[in-house]
C-alpha cells in the first residue's frame, strides 16, 4: 500500500522542528530515518496529516566528546555510529549492539534517536541505552529537559516524551579499557529482531568485578536491567562458577511475551543463557 496524503515539513533548525510540531496540530509526526514509520504508514497503521523530516538539522547528526561522556546526535545514523572513532574508542557497547541492527540498507537510514525514541522492546539500542544510565536530551516548546534512562522508556513503545517534544541527543558515559563490554543477541536468521538479548558491562579490578551494568533485550514491555545479577556480580570473584551462579538469577523480575518466535519460559531461559555468555565475555574469562 501507499501512505495516506500527509503535508511535509522539512526543518533546518530544532526551533524550526518545534514550530512546524506544534503548527500541525494533533496529529503530527516526527520522521528520522523511516525505518520503522514509513512501513507503518504504509501499511495505514500511522496517517499523520504533517510529517516533520529531521533530515536536514546540523545539530542533530554526530558523535562529540563532553567530559566523560559521549554525546550521539539523534539523528546520527546507524552506520555513522558504527564508523566514528569516539564510538570505537568509547563506545564499544553502543557500537557491538548496533551492528547487529538489521542490514546495511537499515543501518544506512535508521538513525540511533529514532531506534530509541521508538521504544521497541526487541529494539537492540534501548537495553545498552539503559545498562549504560544514559541520558536524554529532549526539546520541547519550554526549553530543553534531560531524562534517565530509567525513566525514559514507560511502556510498549512508548516513552517519557511529551507530545510537542522531540529528542535531541543522548548522553552516555565514556567506558575506557577498564571496561569488558559484549552484546549478546538470540535470532532465528541473521539480521533480524533480537528474541532475547543482553547488554553487559564490567569492570575488573584485580580479581574480583567492582561494577557491572546488564541490559536485557525484548524481556517485557520496556528494556530491563538483570538488577539480581548486576547485584550478586559486584564484588564477586571473576570466575566461571561466580558468573554462572550470578546469571542464573538473569530472568528475576522479568515479564517477557509468549510469540510465534518464543514462549515467556524460553526466553527466561535464554536471558540466563546468554547473560552467562556475555559476562564471560566482557569479564574477560
Ligand atoms: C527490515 C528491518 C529490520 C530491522 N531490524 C532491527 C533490529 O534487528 N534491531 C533493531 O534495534 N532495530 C531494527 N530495525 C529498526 C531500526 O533500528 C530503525 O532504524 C529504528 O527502529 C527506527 O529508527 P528510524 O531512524 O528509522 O526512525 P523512524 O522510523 O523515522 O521513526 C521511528 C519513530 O520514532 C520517532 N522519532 C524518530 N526520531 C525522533 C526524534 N529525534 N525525536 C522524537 N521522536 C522521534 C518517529 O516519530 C517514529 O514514531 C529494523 C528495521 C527494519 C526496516
Do not use: C
Amino acid at each position: 500500500m501507499i501512505p495516506a496524503p500527509f503535508a511535509y515539513a522539512r526543518p533546518t533548525t530544532v526551533d524550526e522542528a518545534l514550530q512546524a510540531v506544534a503548527d500541525g496540530g494533533d496529529d503530527v509526526k516526527l520522521l528520522a530515518g523511516g525505518q520503522s514509520l514509513i512501513p507503518v504508514m504504509r501499511l495505514r497503521l500511522a496517517a499523520p496529516e504533517i510529517v516533520v523530516d529531521l533530515g536536514r538539522i546540523p545539530e542533530l547528526r554526530g558523535v562529540r566528546e563532553d567530559g566523560d561522556s559521549l554525546v550521539i546526535g539523534a539523528m546520527t545514523t546507524h552506520a555513522d555510529v558504527l564508523a566514528d572513532p569516539l564510538i570505537a574508542r568509547y563506545g564499544r557497547l553502543v557500537a557491538e549492539a548496533t551492528e547487529t541492527v538489521a542490514d546495511r540498507q537499515v543501518r544506512r537510514r535508521g538513525t540511533f534517536g529514532g531506534a530509541l525514541a521508538h521504544a521497541d522492546p526487541a529494539g537492540d539500542l534501548p537495553a545498552v541505552a539503559l545498562a549504560l544510565d544514559a541520558e536524554f536530551v529532549l526539546a520541547g516548546p519550554g526549553g530543553r529537559r534531560t531524562v534517565g534512562a530509567g525513566d525514559f522508556f514507560v511502556d510498549y513503545l512508548t516513552t517519557a516524551m511529551d507530545d510537542g517534544e522531540l529528542l535531541v541527543e543522548v548522553r552516555v558515559p565514556k567506558l575506557g579499557d577498564e571496561w569488558g563490554v559484549r552484546y549478546e543477541k538470540f535470532n532465528r536468521v541473521a539480521q533480524a529482531w533480537s528474541i532475547v538479548a543482553v547488554a553487559a558491562a564490567v569492570r575488573r579490578e584485580g580479581g574480583r568485578i567492582a561494577d557491572a551494568r546488564i541490559g536485557l533485550t525484548n524481556m517485557g514491555a520496556t528494556p530491563l536491567r538483570a538488577s539480581a545479577t548486576e547485584a550478586a556480580l559486584v564484588g564477586a570473584d571473576v570466575s566461571l562458577d561466580a558468573v554462572t551462579a550470578a546469571a542464573a538469577l538473569a530472568a528475576d523480575g522479568t515479564s517477557p511475551s509468549s510469540d510465534l518466535n518464543a514462549q515467556a519460559d524460553y526466553r527466561q531461559h535464554l536471558a540466563q543463557v546468554l547473560t552467562r555468555r556475555a559476562v564471560v565475555a566482557a569479564a574477560g574469562l
